[in-house]
C-alpha cells in the first residue's frame, strides 16, 4: 500500500499499473475457468450466444422457434450486436469472447480510477487497484452476459456525467445522454434513470448561471442524444407491434419473479408452487379473454401479464411488499459474487431462490446446510470480504457527506434506483451497475483509515513512516 504513496506510482504510469493488474487479473480468471459451452452457456448465456449467431447469419434481430424466425422482443440487442461482432472478427470462440470481455472490462477500472480521480489522484488510484481486483468485475468479465458490456457503457456514463456537474458543458450533456442511450440498448435496467437525470441536467446550467435558454438547450440536447440508440429499436417495436416499449420483459418479470418473491415474503409460500398457481391463472385470464398465446402479439401478453402481477400484488399485504423489497435489497448488497464463480458453482450445492424460509437468515442458513462443506466455506469467505468492504464502504461514504455532500446525495439516489428496480430479486450481478460508486466509497474509507495509521505513527514516533 505505501507504494500507491510514492510521487513515481501517482504519475501517469500508476493508471498503466491498473490497467495492467486488472488485464492480468482477468486474464488469469479466464485461463483457469472451464470454458466448455455446456459451463459458459448455460440459462440466458445460450440466448445471447445463439441470438448473436443468429444476427451474424442473418442480419436481423431474431429468435428461433422451431423451424420458424420471429422478432426478438424480450430483450435489447445491444449485447448481441456486441457478441456478433466478436464472432465476426474470430469465429464463434468462447475464449476470445472472453478475451475481448476481459481486456473492455478493465478499461472499466480505469473509467472507475478517472471517477475516483475527479476528487484526488490517490483516491482515483486506490478505487483503480480496488476495481481491478474486485471479485464481482472479475467474474462478471468471464460470463456470456450483458453485465460487463452494460457497466463499461453504464461508468463511461457517469463519468460524463460527472465532468457536465463540474463544468455544465453541453458536449459532456449530449456524451451522457448517447452513452445511457447505448447502456439501455444492453440492458434496459437503467431506461428509468432519464427520469431522474433530466431535472439535473436542467438544474445544473441554472446553477452555474448560465440561463434558462441553455438549460432548456442541455435538456433537449441530452434527450436527443439519448434517443439516438433507442430510436431503431423503438421504430421496429411501433411498425411491428404498435408499441413504445423496449421490451416483453417487464410482464415476466414480474409475473414470475417479483410476485414469487412477495408471496414468499407474505406467508411463505415455495417459488415452485407460486410459479404454477400463477401460470394456472394467467392460462385462465388468455382464455376468458379469448386470446391464444402462441399466436399472440408478444407485447400484448407482456400486458396481460402485468395486469395479472399488479392483482396479485394488489391483494398481498403492504408489509410483505416491503419485506421482500428489503430482503432483495440485503441479497444485493452483501451477497458475495464468488457464489457465481464457475469453479465454486461445480461443487455441490443447492438453489438460494427454491430456499423456502420463514425469513431471509433462516433462508440462508438452510441453503448452506444442504451445501457441501467447500462451498460453505467459500461462501462463509465471500460474506467476510463483503463485510470487511460494506464496513469501508460506509466510514468511506460518512467522509463522503462531509466532503461533497452533493455527491453523497447523488451516489446514494443512484444506488437507491437500482435497488427499487431490482426489487425483490437479489443476486451479485444486480449489485453491477452501482458496484462503481461502491468501490470509491470504500476506496475513500480505506485511505482514511490509512491517514489516520499514518497519523498515529508519526505521533508516536515523531515523524512520517517510511
Known amino acids: 500500500m505505501s507504494n500507491m504513496f510514492s510521487p513515481r506510482f501517482q504519475r501517469p504510469q500508476g493508471f498503466l499499473t491498473v490497467l495492467v493488474i486488472a488485464l492480468v487479473l482477468r486474464l488469469a480468471n479466464v485461463f483457469?475457468?472451464?470454458?466448455?459451452?455446456?459451463?459458459?452457456?448455460?440459462?440466458?448465456?445460450?440466448?445471447?450466444?445463439?441470438?448473436?449467431?443468429?444476427?451474424?447469419?442473418?442480419?436481423?434481430?431474431?429468435?428461433?422457434?422451431?423451424?420458424?424466425?420471429?422478432?426478438?422482443?424480450e430483450r435489447v440487442p445491444g449485447y448481441y450486436i456486441f457478441l456478433a461482432g466478436i464472432r465476426w472478427l474470430f469465429g464463434p470462440s468462447l475464449v476470445a469472447t472472453l478475451i475481448v470481455?476481459?481486456?473492455?472490462?478493465?478499461?472499466?477500472?480505469?473509467?472507475?480510477a478517472f471517477l475516483g480521480g475527479l476528487h484526488s489522484r490517490l483516491l482515483g488510484l486506490a478505487a483503480g487497484l480496488l476495481a481491478a481486483a474486485s471479485p464481482n468485475l472479475i467474474i462478471h468479465s468471464s460470463a456470456i452476459l450483458t453485465d460487463s458490456l452494460f457497466l463499461f457503457f453504464f461508468t463511461a456514463m457517469l463519468a460524463a456525467a460527472a465532468l457536465f456537474l463540474r463544468s455544465g458543458a453541453i458536449r459532456w450533456a449530449a456524451v451522457g445522454g448517447l452513452l445511457l442511450g447505448v447502456a439501455t440498448m444492453t440492458?434496459?435496467?437503467?431506461?428509468?434513470?432519464?427520469?431522474?437525470?433530466?431535472?439535473?441536467?436542467?438544474?445544473?446550467?441554472?446553477?452555474?448561471?448560465?440561463?434558462?435558454?441553455?438549460?432548456?438547450?442541455?435538456a433537449v440536447i441530452f434527450l436527443a442524444a439519448l434517443s439516438v440508440p433507442l430510436a431503431p429499436l423503438v421504430h421496429r417495436n411501433l411498425?411491428?407491434?404498435?408499441?413504445?416499449?423496449?421490451?416483453?420483459?417487464?410482464?415476466?418479470?414480474?409475473?414470475?419473479?417479483?410476485v414469487p418473491a412477495v408471496r414468499a415474503a407474505a406467508d411463505g409460500t415455495p417459488r415452485d408452487e407460486a410459479l404454477s398457481d400463477l401460470e394456472a391463472k394467467l392460462a385462465e385470464r388468455l382464455e376468458n379473454e379469448g386470446l391464444a398465446r402462441d399466436a399472440l402479439n408478444p407485447f400484448v401478453l407482456s400486458r396481460v401479464m402485468t395486469t395479472l402481477a399488479l392483482e396479485e400484488l394488489s391483494q398481498l399485504p403492504a408489509t410483505a411488499v416491503l419485506k421482500a423489497w428489503g430482503e432483495g435489497a440485503i441479497l444485493n448488497l452483501i451477497s458475495p459474487a464468488i457464489v457465481l464463480d464457475p469453479r465454486v458453482q461445480q461443487?455441490?450445492?443447492g438453489s438460494f431462490i427454491y430456499t423456502p424460509g420463514d425469513n431471509l437468515v433462516d433462508r440462508v442458513f438452510r441453503y448452506l446446510s444442504e451445501a457441501s462443506i467447500a462451498f460453505t466455506l467459500a461462501v462463509g469467505l465471500g460474506l467476510f470480504g463483503v463485510?470487511?468492504?460494506?464496513?469501508?464502504?460506509?466510514?468511506?461514504?460518512?467522509?463522503?457527506?462531509?466532503?461533497?455532500?452533493?455527491?453523497?446525495?447523488?451516489?446514494?439516489?443512484?444506488?437507491?434506483?437500482?435497488?427499487?428496480v431490482n426489487g425483490p430479486v437479489g443476486s451479485p450481478k444486480y449489485r453491477l451497475p452501482f458496484e462503481p460508486i461502491l468501490i470509491i466509497l470504500a476506496a475513500q474509507g480505506l485511505l482514511?483509515?490509512?491517514?489516520?495509521?499514518?497519523?498515529?505513527?508519526?505521533?508516536v514516533n515523531g515523524k512520517s513512516p517510511a
Open 347 to 349: 461443487l455441490p450445492h
Open 101 to 112: 470481455q476481459s481486456v473492455l472490462d478493465s478499461f472499466t477500472c480505469l473509467l472507475i
Open 239 to 258: 411498425y411491428e407491434y404498435d408499441t413504445l416499449r423496449l421490451t416483453t420483459q417487464s410482464g415476466s418479470h414480474l409475473l414470475n419473479w417479483v
Open 448 to 459: 482514511d483509515l490509512f491517514d489516520r495509521w499514518r497519523q498515529a505513527q508519526t505521533d
Open 32 to 73: 483457469t475457468i472451464p470454458v466448455d459451452p455446456e459451463s459458459l452457456l448455460a440459462n440466458d448465456a445460450n440466448m445471447y450466444w445463439s441470438g448473436a449467431g443468429l444476427l451474424l447469419e442473418t442480419g436481423a434481430f431474431i429468435d428461433l422457434y422451431g423451424d420458424d424466425f420471429v422478432l426478438s422482443t
Open 387 to 420: 463485510a470487511i468492504i460494506s464496513l469501508l464502504q460506509l466510514h468511506g461514504f460518512v467522509i463522503l457527506i462531509r466532503q461533497a455532500p452533493w455527491a453523497a446525495l447523488f451516489a446514494a439516489a443512484c444506488v437507491l434506483y437500482f435497488l427499487l
Open 187 to 218: 440492458r434496459t435496467v437503467s431506461q428509468f434513470l432519464p427520469l431522474m437525470m433530466l431535472p439535473v441536467f436542467v438544474a445544473v446550467p441554472l446553477w452555474y448561471r448560465q440561463g434558462l435558454t441553455r438549460a432548456v438547450l442541455v
